[in-house]
T-cell receptor, first 113, second 113 residues
């Protein structure tokens, strides 16, 4: 069974630039999560989708971050404009439903300089 | 923001020894307590998990002990091996509102050969 796919693996951008990350969840998984993992910390939930609807985006900095999950499959997370403190690993995870095990992708390491 | 406190921050164990990592949480609206293992450059992977209706769960060399009244749970790694060297995260899954995972701050384990 293929896992959660994310791209790119690494990205370096200058502050105030924009960046987008892509996630392809495990086939058939209705729930999709985006987490931010700052170096030395645990993952922090940014947004959670159930199919193509947003379930929780309470910790998403909506002035600069946006996410969508068109057609309830792939998802993109965008940052515009980026700040230095956005440097982190962005993890995508998926689950069959909201109360089942979540599987994580390898993440995208973002460095903002 | 609900808190999950994890300790120690780092741990060094001799090969064959027992590694113990502890987590404490602050409220009772959680229904699932997983531990994740993360190797450098990889996403977190589910290691073992427990539900609050049992006090202990064992899978091979890994055991979770759960103390509901104290709001604490711990991971025990028996016969620790160099291949266990990784960062371990505890997590709790909320049941109030939406189901979502809140992670601890992580424990970096190093097992000496």
């Amino acid at each position: 069974e293929a896992g959660v796919a994310q791209s790119p693996r690494y990205k370096i951008i200058e502050k105030r630039q924009s960046v987008a990350f892509w996630c392809n969840p495990i086939s058939g998984h209705a729930t999709l999560y985006w987490y931010q993992q700052i170096l030395g910390q645990g993952p922090k939930l940014l947004i959670q989708f159930q199919n193509n609807g947003v379930v929780d985006d309470s910790q998403l900095p909506k002035d600069r971050f946006s996410a969508e999950r068109l057609k309830g499959v792939d998802s993109t997370l965008k940052i515009q404009p980026a700040k230095l403190e956005d440097s982190a690993v962005y993890l995508c995870a998926s689950a069959q439903s909201v109360n089942t095990e979540a599987f994580f992708g390898q993440g995208t390491r973002l460095t903002v300089v | 923001q609900q808190q999950v406190k994890q300790s120690p921050q780092s741990l060094i164990v001799q090969k064959g020894g027992i590694s113990i990592i502890n987590c404490a949480y602050e409220n009772t609206a959680f229904d699932y307590f997983p531990w994740y293992q993360q190797f450098p450059g990889k996403g977190p992977a589910l290691l073992i998990a427990i539900r609050p209706d049992v006090s202990e769960k064992k899978e091979g060399r890994f055991t979770i002990s759960f103390n509901k009244s104290a709001k604490q749970f711990s991971l025990h790694i028996m016969d620790s091996q160099p291949g266990d060297s990784a960062t371990y995260f505890c997590a709790v899954r909320t049941t109030s509102g939406t189901y979502k995972y809140i992670f601890g701050t992580g424990t970096r384990l190093k097992v000496l050969a």
